[in-house]
T-cell receptor, first 112, second 109 residues
Framework: DADVTQTPRNRITKTGKRIMLECSQT?????MYWYRQDPGLGLRLIYY???????NKGEISDGYSVSRQAQAKFSLSLESAIPNQTALYFC???????????FGDGTRLSIL | GQQLNQSPQSMFIQEGEDVSMNCTSS?????WLWYKQDPGEGPVLLIA?????ELTSNGRLTAQFGITRKDSFLNISASIPSDVGIYFC?????????FGKGTSLLVTP
């Protein structure tokens, strides 16, 4: 079983719809992250959380919100999806400051 | 985020050849990481470097943390077809992971 599981793996939806992407982990890590990957741009940080009560904006948080429901669960929401949010979305976890992040297999999101 | 310059952007090589790619930054990092991403999957950690000057190997892969803490390179020796994929460097300072734009590697048999 994967240590970092993202659902759904693929999603196609329409402009204006609300969408939630979910991430769960069995690594026991406190820190969780959401990234977006666009072709030729690498990965960019959307939001991160150091524990259940700690949520922080990343480089590109506009248009997104998150919820840390438990240590193992971190969800990303698009309240009103727009086409330029079409991208690959990755969840990641890490153990502590300065430690590598471990990624899920991603959600491919297409907004028409 | 801080800009990382990763080169080359793509490489097309024959099986058995050695590969070298590098990453530079205008900023100092405390940790350098190298990831590989296969199509339809998330990045997988290959090597983590924690000290300036550190040279670390993982099988046929070797990576170094530059003395200035502003650069790193990754070498792959005797490439095989399953080395195909996109390789990303990433610099870590505290929580913030800054990625390069990736090197796409194609290996022909």
């Amino acid at each position: 079983d994967a240590d970092v599981t993202q659902t759904p793996r693929n999603r196609i939806t329409k402009t204006g719809k609300r969408i939630m992407l979910e991430c769960s982990q069995t690594k026991g890590h406190d820190r969780m992250y959401w990234y977006r990957q666009d072709p030729g741009l690498g990965l960019r940080l959307i939001y991160y959380s150091f524990d259940v009560k700690d949520i922080n904006k990343g480089e590109i948080s506009d248009g997104y919100s998150v919820s840390r429901q438990a240590q193992a669960k971190f969800s990303l929401s698009l309240e009103s999806a727009i086409p330029n949010q079409t991208a690959l979305y990755f969840c990641a976890t890490s153990d502590s400051m300065g430690q590598p992040q471990h990624f899920g297999d991603g959600t491919r999101l297409s907004i028409l | 985020g801080q800009q990382l310059n990763q080169s080359p952007q793509s490489m097309f090589i024959q099986e058995g050849e050695d590969v070298s790619m590098n990453c530079t930054s205008s900023s100092i990092f405390n940790t350098w990481l190298w990831y590989k991403q296969d199509p339809g999957e998330g990045p997988v950690l290959l090597i983590a470097l924690y000290k300036a000057g550190e040279l670390t190997s993982n099988g046929r892969l070797t990576a170094q943390f530059g003395i200035t803490r502003k650069d790193s390179f990754l070498n792959i020796s005797a490439s095989i077809p399953s080395d195909v994929g996109i390789y990303f460097c990433a610099g870590l300072t505290g929580y913030a992971l800054n990625f390069g734009k990736g090197t796409s590697l194609l290996v022909t048999p």
